[in-house]
């Protein structure tokens, strides 16, 4: 069974200036469970206006697309309630059988996002070994500093030096009567409908917050990008990503 955490980050959120990026991070354990590899994907959504919660569907796109390539058993680890109830209550097959309208008659949100992921869902339930599993953990239980992250991820760029390092993070941190985890549990007894266990929630916290550094570090390369730009041409630009993406950047900072 392989595990996928899915988030997303999102620059001035919703303004016409945004900049988002949805990321997923996949591990690869061996036998007895412990982590061998880190696979990372990430890639911005080109477009203004964009938010949070579209950054965090374009990492479940992103993950899906890798289970269609990558056929297995995949459990997907996410800390959007709005993702999880949308995936393991039926929501997403309701809005496709009613033409993109949810149960009072109003389209869906976010509804171009829903139905690209739809599509893959298809895919992936059709090619996978059994429907991926979708699991919600509470986001954010412990902090992790940005320089630390951005430097990890830097010097290495598949993540599994930076997921040791959250772990590490988190057993320093905690332990299992911490009222912070059992905060987690909670969260998850309310929406998975059980408590995980400790090993288990430690590995799925660390992987959520693997998948947000990701984007996070992804979003604020692009803004030094940005900068970058500006203090070479002082004029609005076309940046080009590393994900061989384009997007408008207006580069001038604001007043």
């Known amino acids: 069974m392989h595990i996928i955490a899915i988030d997303g980050a999102c620059y001035h959120n919703g303004q016409i200036d945004s900049v988002s990026c949805g990321a997923c991070a996949v591990i690869h354990n061996d036998e007895d469970g412990s982590f061998t590899a880190a696979d990372l994907h990430a890639g911005y959504l080109l477009e203004e206006n964009s938010t949070n919660q579209r950054a965090e569907l374009h990492g479940l796109s992103l993950a899906l697309s890798f289970m269609v390539e ?15 109830n949308a995936m393991t209550k039926g929501w997403i097959h309701n809005w496709m059988c009613n033409d993109w309208l949810t149960s009072t008659r109003e389209p869906v949100k976010n509804q171009d996002l829903w139905k690209d992921i739809y599509v893959k869902l298809c895919a992936a339930e059709r090619l996978c070994e059994d429907t991926p599993c979708f699991y919600h953990i509470k986001g954010h239980v412990v902090s992790f500093g940005k320089a630390t992250r951005n430097s990890l991820l830097s010097d290495d760029p598949s993540g599994f030096k930076l997921i040791k390092e959250l772990i590490k993070n988190f057993d320093d941190k905690f332990d299992p009567t911490d009222e912070r985890i059992e905060k987690a549990q909670s969260c998850s007894e309310r929406n998975n409908g059980f408590r995980l266990e400790y090993d288990q929630l ?20 692009h803004l030094q990008y940005l900068q970058d730009c500006y203090m070479r041409s002082k004029l609005d630009c076309y940046g080009k990503h590393d994900h061989n993406m384009y997007i408008y950047c207006d580069t001038r900072p604001s007043s």
């Open 70 to 84: 990558n056929p297995a058993n995949y459990i997907v680890i996410t800390d959007s309630e709005y993702i999880f």
């Open 202 to 221: 430690r590995r799925f916290v660390a992987m959520n917050m693997l998948a947000d550094a990701l984007a996070s570090h992804k979003v604020d390369e």
